[in-house]
């Protein structure tokens, strides 16, 4: 058998949510709950890749800033693996993996497959044949990515480094329009006109905000007024 060791970008639920998912009847009990993962990225394949290609992947990376975003899932589906997933568009999930994929090339970041898989939880990879059901959701927010190699027949998961995503939380200045000495309701603000708003009031507050990889951790600043 070739040996593979896949590396991907990915998010792990947190333990609540792992413990959750572990109790779920149709997960397979012989794999451990901190195997659990969403793969947000697949890059290559580490095993058969040059030598340079590891670094420079981490390279890139280590330039990436991007916000927390929400992942959910309500139901389970047999698709040649047993999943969890969701009929919801996961906008903001889908979008980060946009992201992401676009700073990778635009940091000359080497990889060969290249998807952004619909986001779900691999939870028996055997499969069991049975139909897709409804679940109580499991949802957490995605506060940290990881670059992790799969070691393929062997259960094992390699972390390569680790980032912290942005957690803001804005308070916006509302804005009254007034014409011809009527008011008129306050529209919501748009991500934009609060970074401004903040940036001119300073009222912006972060709550996390960091990257640590390959060890490496560096202070951060949100809307340049910086967090201490």
């Known amino acids: 058998m070739r040996t593979r060791n896949p590396l991907y970008i990915m998010a792990k639920p947190p333990p609540e949510q792992q413990a959750l998912i572990a109790a779920l009847p149709r997960n397979d009990p012989a794999r451990g709950p901190h195997l659990l993962h969403v793969t947000l990225v697949s890059l290559f394949d580490l095993h058969h890749a040059p030598p340079d290609w590891l670094p420079r992947t981490i390279a890139a990376l280590d330039s990436f800033e991007g916000a927390a975003f929400p992942l959910g899932f309500d139901r389970i589906e047999n698709r040649k693996a047993v999943t969890l997933r969701t009929r919801d568009p996961l906008a903001q999930a889908r979008a980060f993996q946009q992201r992401l994929v676009h700073h990778l090339i635009a940091h000359d970041a080497p990889f060969t497959l ?22 109580a959701p499991i ?15 062997k259960t094992i998961h390699v972390e390569h480094g680790l980032s912290l995503l942005r957690l803001f939380r804005f308070e916006p200045i509302p804005v009254q329009i007034e014409k011809n000495g009527r008011e008129h309701p306050v529209r919501l603000a748009s991500e934009g006109q609060l970074r401004r708003s903040a940036q001119q009031t300073g009222i912006c507050r972060q ?6 990889w390959d060890g490496m951790c560096r202070a951060a600043t949100c809307c340049d007024t910086p967090i201490l």
Do not use: C, F
């Open 207 to 212: 709550e996390t905000l960091g990257h640590a």
């Open 139 to 153: 949802g957490w927010t995605v506060d940290e990515i990881i670059l992790m190699e799969s070691v393929v027949g």
């Open 114 to 135: 290249g998807t952004t898989p619909e986001p779900h939880v691999t939870i028996n990879y055997h499969g069991d044949r049975l139909r897709a059901q409804k679940m």
